[in-house]
Nanobody, 127 residues
Framework: QVQLVESGGGLVQAGGSLRLSCAAS????????MGWFRQAPGEEREFVAF????????SYADSVKGRFTASRDNAKNTVFLQMNSLKPEDTAVYYC????????????????????WGQGTLVTVSS
């Protein structure tokens, strides 16, 4: 079973930056599409970013486009989320998710049946 472990969350002032990491315990990491989601207090979990298995395709929620960047290092089995120009409304627990690329069925990542999740890392942006 693939395990995902997020890190890099913390407290930052508005306008600041954070870089989240998600390490996967699998030798076949390159076979997985990866995504980031977040859940704010009292809210439903929402899609943030997607990066394809090879890193060549990315997509973002409109709310983070131009501020967040997803990347990955397949040699280190790790995916990253660089978050710049953070806003208080970015405060949430951030989760990474993995899905085998063979499961895509041409569905956007956020609409797939995702079964592999990390435990989350808390990001708090103060105003």
């Amino acid at each position: 079973q693939v395990q995902l472990v997020e890190s890099g969350g913390g407290l930052v002032q508005a306008g600041g930056s954070l870089r989240l990491s998600c390490a996967a315990s699998t030798r076949t990491f390159r076979m997985y599409d990866m995504g980031w989601f977040r859940q704010a207090p009292g809210e439903e979990r929402e899609f943030v970013a997607f990066i394809s298995w090879g890193g060549g395709v990315t997509s973002y929620a409109d709310s983070v486009k131009g501020r967040f960047t997803a990347s990955r290092d397949n040699a280190k089995n790790t995916v990253f989320l660089q978050m710049n120009s953070l806003k208080p409304e970015d405060t949430a627990v951030y989760y990474c998710a993995a899905d085998p690329k063979a499961n895509s069925d041409d569905l956007p990542f956020e609409y797939r049946r995702l079964e592999l999740w990390g435990q989350g890392t808390l990001v708090t942006v103060s105003s």
